[in-house]
């Protein structure tokens, strides 16, 4: 019984799961994986796109078919220990030649027959060297890597209408502020042209005043174009066709502030994508053994019953038949498939545990890149406030210096102008980094599927 036992039993291989945040030392087993989404985006707003994205997206509609194809090969695994069966009907007509069956003349054989048959016919392959096991525990592997694959199309499909929606947020105020910009640069061109007239100053600082007002103005078209760019691809998240699309603004916006990431040993149990990444070298541990089982015999029984007889008016009379066979069939040569095959397999299996490893080792990258993102951004935030206070004071002294010190030359005026419009964007850019590292660790860690 011990030698029958061809396949092995699968257990978890041992890979690389701990230590995978670079410099934490964190010990918390709370994780922020465990939030739901609604719970994580306070945007009302944003939670509707995201529900509307989770019951239209196409991508996500595919990974439920997917599913259902899983569980069809599985029922057909499942199948895979009964016997077939199959029943037939047949009425066959013959004609033999005398001199072919090499009969006397003058026998009186007919040498016309007419044979009617019913008949059912079942064949069994016993599970002698575990194959239909190992085929149907592949198809449970294979079952379980699709609904893995559907949770991570949705964890995927969240952080990018998430990050679109704040892009989108971003570009808004951007393109506000650049307005605004605009505007006061038109006032700062009349200015000119006043102090032109009280000879304050000469044409050139007119001219150079209009060219910054231009400068300002001429991205706006830019920044639009993005916008209607941006829409356009969260309008095809949510399998809308191009359009418009309903939200707030980036200053209502109120980001968790107490980021959990757990240990990176929850990786294998929160992350859908590492979990299909096993349940895919799961299958192919068990398509190695299946094929290992092609070096052994094959032992099938057929059975097959009914009623067979030459007149149709005698059917049910004495005309009952059966046969049963049981047959034991051992590979000898077969041009080194099986051997192939197995070595095939072998490669395979080796190449999903290395794609699994790989996983693995990239999800603890992309935690640490999203975590190291938001505290950049934090820090940044902390001192673009400082740099913005001090660029607008510069303005308004440049400004004032201009209309009472002739030796204040506007070029002063347009290099402050110019460096606070770069970092109030650039502001509105920290911002949009701080809330999308947030979406980027929360799907980082697994989130957005339970």
Not at 7 to 27: E, G, H, I, M, Q
Not at 208 to 236: C, G
Not at 263 to 280: H, I, K, M
Request: with cysteine; glycine share 4%.
């Amino acid at each position: 019984m011990a030698s029958c036992n061809v396949s092995k039993k699968y257990k978890r291989p041992d890979v690389t799961a701990s230590n995978l945040y670079r410099d934490s030392t964190n010990a918390d087993t709370t994780s922020m994986a465990n939030l739901p989404w609604k719970s994580l985006f306070a945007d009302t707003v944003l939670q509707g796109l995201i529900q509307e994205g989770i019951n239209n997206n196409l991508d996500l509609r595919t990974a439920v078919l997917k599913i259902a194809e899983s569980q069809a090969t599985l029922r057909s695994a499942k199948m895979a220990y009964f016997p077939t069966l199959d029943a037939s009907v047949q009425a066959t007509k013959a004609k033999s030649s005398q001199a072919a069956l090499n009969f006397p003349a003058g026998i009186g054989i007919n040498l016309n027959t007419t044979t009617y048959q019913a008949a059912l016919s079942a064949s069994w392959e016993v599970n002698v060297w575990g194959q239909l096991s190992s085929l149907k525990r592949q198809a449970v592997a294979n079952f379980l890597e699709s609904e893995a694959n559907k949770r991570a199309v949705q964890t995927q499909l969240i952080a990018d209408i998430a990050n679109d929606y704040y892009t989108l947020l971003a570009y808004d105020q951007q393109l506000a502020i650049t307005q605004q910009t605009v505007k006061n640069r038109i006032e700062d061109v009349q200015t000119m042209k006043d102090l032109k007239e009280g000879a304050v100053v000469n044409g050139a600082a007119v001219v150079q005043s209009e060219a910054n007002r231009y400068a300002a103005e001429v991205t706006i078209p830019d920044i639009k174009q993005s916008i209607r760019e941006t829409e356009n691809a969260l309008s095809i998240l949510l399998a809308r066709a191009p359009g418009p699309i309903k939200r707030s603004s980036i200053t209502e916006q109120q980001p968790l502030s107490d980021l959990k990431a757990g240990l990176s040993t929850q990786l294998l149990r929160n992350r859908p994508d590492v979990q299909a990444s096993e349940f895919a070298f799961r299958s192919a541990f068990e398509n190695t053994n299946v094929a290992h089982s092609y070096f052994y015999p094959t032992l099938t029984i057929t059975a097959e019953g009914g009623l067979s007889t030459l007149q149709l008016k005698n059917f049910f009379d004495n005309s009952i038949f059966y046969n049963l066979v049981g047959g034991l069939t051992q590979p000898i040569f077969n041009r080194g498939q099986n051997k192939s095959r197995y070595h095939i397999a072998q490669a395979q299996q080796a190449e999903a545990f290395n794609t699994f490893q790989q996983t693995i080792l990239t999800a603890g990258q992309e935690v640490s890149n999203a975590l190291y993102s938001y505290e950049n951004a934090i820090s940044k935030q902390q001192t673009r406030q400082m740099q913005l206070a001090s660029l607008q004071k510069s303005v308004e002294y440049t400004k004032e210096l201009l209309r009472y010190n002739s030796s204040t030359n506007y070029t002063d005026v347009l290099t402050s102008e110019q460096s606070l419009l770069a970092a109030q964007l650039s502001g509105v850019s920290d911002k949009l980094q701080q809330l999308q590292a947030i979406v980027n660790l929360y799907r980082a860690l697994g989130g957005g599927w339970k």
